[in-house]
């Protein structure tokens, strides 16, 4: 009886065991997505477009925790949770990463590219992905570029219809080094600080405005706080699709490829959210009261730029930016 009673243990054990096994081989692996944009954002959907898709194509194996708003940090204090194993995946803009991977400035010269078109061929063919090669030196998986509009310009103290119109305002900017150049170059003053802090400084007069897309002007409520809008379209807004090395590492092969083509597919989302907005956002923004100024001559702005253009084109070579000012 005493030898039954032991079996009969022993087997309910191994019962138990192997249902805690079952239990967590079915526990998904949960990768960690932080970005400072908002869910409803252009990069937001297409955030969580990816995640859905990863999720469906695992078959629920790998679940994707998407942290939108500035929920984890500001884009560079993500960039290192990457680095250091704190953060698996963000999609910060290249401004951003250009502290990481320098190479990726070129993309932030003004006026370089034609038409978002322009720009997404560019970033898609052989100088994007010769630069996204680059980023996994840094401590960085590149998985695709994508982008979320060309920048214009807001501010709470007078319309912008020209580049002397601009001297003396105290622009944010991100932290980016052709930024600064730049807005130096036409007597601005500006001040990099990050996405999440840019609301409570435009309201407080810390700056007197701002530079970013229709969408992210929109989804961060800037046109609360600004009485201005110029449509400048002075600097496209790429963004990098990035993922910590040990996570992607991790990955199987199989996965490795699905991570990439859906990273690609959720670029062209983002694309396709960022014309919806910007077909409408104008006009949300002029009902919110700010005056916009459309006819910009942006001739006078690229004339005043022509001594930071020169010295642009030393550093990144003439032949590479004619390389993507000729791109079709």
Known sequence: ?????????????????????????????????????????????????FAEEIKAKTNGRIEIRLHPGGALGGDREVLEGLQIGTVDLTVP????IANFVPDVQVFDIPFLFR?????????????????????KAKGLQGLAFGGIGFRQLTNSRRPVNGPEDVKGLKIRTQ?????????????????????????????????DGQENPIGAILNNKFGQVQKYLTITNHAFTPVGFVMAPRAF??????????????????????KDEVGKVEKTGVDELRKLGLQVVEKVDTAKFQDLLKPA???????????????IKDQK
């Open 115 to 135: 038409d978002f078109d322009h720009a997404q061929a560019v970033l898609d063919g052989p100088i994007g992905q010769e630069i996204l090669a680059k980023f």
């Open 175 to 207: 932290e980016n080094q052709i930024h600064l150049q730049v807005w130096r170059a036409l007597g601005a003053l500006p001040t990099p600080m990050a996405l999440p802090e840019v609301f409570t400084a435009l309201q407080q007069g810390v700056v």
């Open 309 to 323: 253009f020169a010295e642009l084109g030393k550093r990144f070579g003439e032949a590479t930016i004619a390389r």
């Open 1 to 49: 009886m005493r030898l039954k009673s032991i079996l009969r243990s022993a087997l309910v054990g191994a019962a138990c065991l192997a249902g805690l096994s079952s239990a967590q081989a079915q526990q998904p692996k949960v990768l960690n997505l932080a970005f400072v944009g908002r869910a409803t954002a252009p990069e937001g959907i297409a955030m969580t477009a």
């Open 93 to 96: 803009s290249t401004s951003v």
């Open 249 to 270: 590492e991790a990955l199987s092969p199989e996965d490795q490829k699905l991570f990439v083509e859906a990273g690609r597919r959720a670029m062209v989302i983002c």
